[in-house]
């Protein structure tokens, strides 16, 4: 079992940067490949990048260049650094585990409880 605690999540203006954390439970985190989702209102939830055990990353096509995913297994925790914010970046941010990635885009295994980022204009 695993539980996930985001942070990081607030008000920026637009071309701001925010840092999330998402900090994990349990002594096998290095074992998880881990996910960034978002959540816009009356929008479906989608992918946004992840990063396997070994360090490789998957960006979806409208963050990339942008954000960077990266994780510090000693710490436990998973980041999304997000840089040049746009306001159709505003949504809610999930942070998600799974042991057995089958897919970049999922089923993931775990969730948080999400963190909100909201990019003015």
């Known amino acids: 079992q695993v539980q996930l605690v985001e942070s990081g999540g607030g008000l920026v203006q637009a071309g701001g940067s925010l840092r999330l954390s998402c900090a994990a439970s349990g002594r096998t985190f290095s074992s998880y490949s881990m996910g960034w989702f978002r959540q816009a209102p009356g929008k479906e939830r989608e992918f946004v990048a992840a990063i396997n055990r070994s360090g490789i990353t998957y960006y979806t096509d409208s963050v990339k260049g942008r954000f960077t995913i990266s994780r510090d297994n000693a710490k436990n925790t998973v980041y999304l650094q997000m840089n040049s914010l746009k306001p159709e970046d505003t949504a809610v941010y999930y942070c998600?585990?799974?042991?057995?990635?089958?897919?970049?885009?999922?089923?993931?295994?775990?969730w948080g409880q999400g963190t909100q980022v909201t990019v003015s204009s």
């Open positions: 998600a585990a799974v042991a057995l990635l089958r897919s970049w885009l999922g089923p993931y295994n775990y």
